[in-house]
């Protein structure tokens, strides 16, 4: 069994929980696969080498190759990590302030991870559960599947930098007219940039997108679709207009351009315990 870790940049609560979850695995039969930062950062400690096989400064984009990757860090480290893992088992331990994509406290993080490997290493896989992921494309052009959310928005924010946008549901008018730009987000986003911008909440068990304009002229309430709605935004002007996917993956776009946002065909897949979604609505301010 070959186990990834990926621990958030320049944090060095993350690198000691990688670095105890290596001791802890020590003799497990596993061998590890750490980042190129959590390396960077554990190789001055282990002058005499990891206490298990392990494989140091692994690009995450590598790291597809593993059974199970261990997200430590905040949300963002969670989606760095996805991005990078395709379809492979992602386990999230939460170093953040509210923590929607990672489930495990610090303190419990090594004995949770030893054992997810055990069960894995007795019944011959990992057991998940799945988020959709929604994927952006254009005329000869796709972004990277995004976990939380699509933007598409004018040249920036503001007065004067948004976008002549029109909006259709499964080929439905929804809105159009000037606005700053249109999010459409998962039920895992919908806590994010979608809830900063008056979007509503949605359990992760919902099957659905949400669409949310972003500061319109004349704007509609945002609107719950179905999961396999294709929603297109058409960007009559100006150019230099993006496509934005997770906050990250950009495309500039040339007006008039239209952008397809659907279901991405890979989810992430998302393993150890559970989170509690209403605990962690607690922690919004």
């Known amino acids: 069994m070959r186990v990834g870790l990926v621990g958030q940049k320049g944090n060095s609560r993350a690198a000691s929980i990688v670095a105890d979850i290596c001791e802890r695995l020590d003799g497990t039969g596993v061998d590890l696969a750490v980042d190129e930062a959590t390396a960077g950062a554990l190789e001055s400690s282990w002058?005499?080498?990891?206490?298990?096989?392990?494989?140091?400064?692994?690009?995450?984009d590598e790291m597809a190759h593993c059974d199970l990757v261990v997200s430590i860090g905040g949300d963002g480290t969670f989606l760095f990590t996805a991005r990078g893992a395709g379809s492979?088992?992602?386990?999230?331990?939460?170093?953040?302030?509210?923590?929607?994509?990672?489930?495990?406290?610090?303190?419990?993080?090594?004995?949770?991870v030893a054992a997810e490997v055990e069960r894995a290493q007795r019944e011959g896989s990992v057991e998940t559960r799945e988020m959709p992921r929604i994927a952006a494309s254009g005329?000869?052009?796709?972004?990277?599947?995004?976990?939380?959310?699509?933007?598409?928005q004018g040249p920036r924010r503001g007065h004067g930098?948004?976008?002549?946008?029109?909006?259709?549901?499964?080929?439905?008018?929804?809105?159009?007219?000037?606005?700053?730009?249109v999010l459409v987000a998962t039920p895992?986003?919908?806590?994010?940039?979608?809830?900063?911008?008056?979007?509503?909440?949605?359990?992760?068990?919902?099957?659905?997108?949400?669409?949310t304009e972003m500061c319109a002229e004349e704007p509609m309430p945002p609107l719950v679709v179905g999961a396999d709605s294709t929603v297109t935004v058409r960007v009559e002007a100006p150019d230099?207009?993006?496509?934005?996917?997770?906050?990250?993956?950009?495309?500039?776009?040339?007006?008039p351009t239209q952008v397809t946002i659907?279901?991405?065909a890979e989810s992430v897949r998302v393993a150890g315990p559970p989170l509690d979604f209403f605990a962690a609505l607690s922690k919004i301010e």
């Not at 492979?88 to 949770?112: H, K, Q, R, S, Y």
């Not at 895992?188 to 949400?210: D, I, Q």
């Open 47 to 60: 002058s005499a080498g990891p206490p298990t096989p392990a494989e140091l400064g692994v690009p995450v």
């Open 188 to 211: 895992t986003g919908s806590t994010a940039y979608n809830l900063s911008e008056g979007g509503p909440l949605v359990h992760p068990e919902v099957g659905s997108l949400v669409v």
């Open 240 to 255: 230099g207009s993006y496509a934005v996917s997770d906050g990250r993956a950009r495309r500039e776009l040339d007006a």
């Open 139 to 152: 005329d000869g052009w796709a972004l990277p599947a995004a976990l939380n959310e699509v933007v598409v």
């Open 88 to 112: 492979t088992p992602i386990m999230g331990v939460n170093l953040g302030e509210v923590g929607f994509l990672n489930a495990i406290a610090p303190e419990d993080a090594v004995d949770t």
């Open 262 to 264: 659907e279901r991405a």
């Open 161 to 181: 930098g948004g976008a002549a946008l029109e909006v259709r549901v499964d080929g439905s008018l929804y809105t159009s007219g000037e606005a700053d730009g």
